[in-house]
């Protein structure tokens, strides 16, 4: 698999672009907005974007989604039901954010812990890792060694969870528990700032040690 990240909003979201190598169809992994961003990229790399995939629902990653999935016909898959209160409330979100307003919308398959998700001829498992949000979830590609984690995990930091239906110690227990037997040599993209690796936020991320 391929990857490239595409910052959007003004919280920076790391909105990731993945495409199958093979056969150079795509998704777009947490369209928050700057859609015209996100589309220029993909048209830059020459991929065909066949859906939309969601770690959780919150308006940066979430935000653009709709009008995405409506204007390029895509599907949308994930998060997990438990975000269904987060995407009901979008418009409340952007209000209390300050974003331009942005339609709620219906996921065409919700996630569940070990479900796959195909991108071309890749594969993500998807790990359900309630904390941030209770519907958050994970993709993780065993061949590639890469996960895409959201706001689960950062290098350094993690999730805040002092949002409605917020849980510190589920979230400390998705990551204990869920992402680090994955292995140390798993590389992740957070949902902010800079990729890390599990290796190193097992020896140094001063949350989780």
């Given at each position: 698999?391929?990857?490239?990240?595409?910052?959007?909003?003004?919280?920076?979201?790391?909105?990731?672009?993945?495409?199958?190598?093979?056969?150079?169809?795509?998704a777009?992994?947490?369209?928050?907005?700057?859609?015209?961003?996100?589309?220029?990229?993909?048209e830059?790399?020459?991929?065909?974007?066949?859906?939309?995939?969601?770690?959780?629902?919150?308006?940066?990653?979430?935000g653009?989604?709709?009008?995405?999935?409506?204007?390029?016909?895509?599907?949308?898959?994930?998060?997990?039901?438990?975000?269904?209160?987060?995407?009901?409330?979008?418009?409340?979100?952007?209000?209390?954010?300050?974003?331009?307003?942005?339609?709620?919308?219906?996921?065409?398959?919700?996630?569940?812990?070990?479900?796959?998700?195909?991108?071309?001829?890749?594969?993500?498992?998807?790990?359900?890792?309630p904390?941030?949000?209770?519907?958050?979830?994970?993709?993780y590609?065993?061949?590639?060694?890469?996960?895409?984690?959201?706001?689960?995990?950062?290098?350094?930091?993690?999730?805040?969870?002092?949002?409605?239906?917020?849980?510190?110690?589920?979230?400390?227990?998705?990551?204990?528990?869920?992402?680090?037997?994955?292995?140390?040599?798993?590389?992740?993209?957070?949902?902010?700032?800079?990729?890390?690796?599990?290796?190193?936020?097992?020896?140094?991320?001063?949350?989780v040690?």
């Open positions: 698999m391929k990857y490239r990240t595409i910052p959007v909003t003004p919280f920076q979201q790391n909105c990731t672009l993945v495409w199958c190598e093979h056969t150079k169809k795509a777009i992994v947490d369209p928050g907005g700057d859609l015209d961003r996100i589309l220029m990229a993909v830059e790399e020459g991929v065909l974007v066949e859906k939309i995939m969601l770690t959780h629902a919150h308006i940066d990653h979430a653009g989604t709709a009008e995405l999935s409506a204007n390029k016909g895509l599907p949308i898959e994930g998060p997990h039901k438990g975000d269904l209160f987060w995407i009901e409330g979008m418009s409340q979100q952007c209000s209390m954010f300050n974003f331009p307003h942005c339609d709620s919308f219906t996921p065409d398959r919700w996630l569940d812990d070990g479900d796959e998700v195909k991108v071309g001829d890749g594969v993500f498992q998807v790990i359900h890792c904390g941030h949000t209770p519907g958050h979830v994970v993709f590609n065993e061949k590639d060694q890469m996960a895409l984690v959201g706001d689960v995990i950062f290098h350094g930091s993690i999730g805040r969870t002092d949002f409605p239906k917020g849980n510190h110690q589920e979230l400390i227990d998705s990551i204990k528990m869920k992402l680090f037997p994955l292995g140390e040599s798993v590389e992740f993209i957070p949902g902010h700032g800079p990729r890390s690796t599990l290796g190193v936020e097992i020896k140094s991320n001063p949350y040690r």
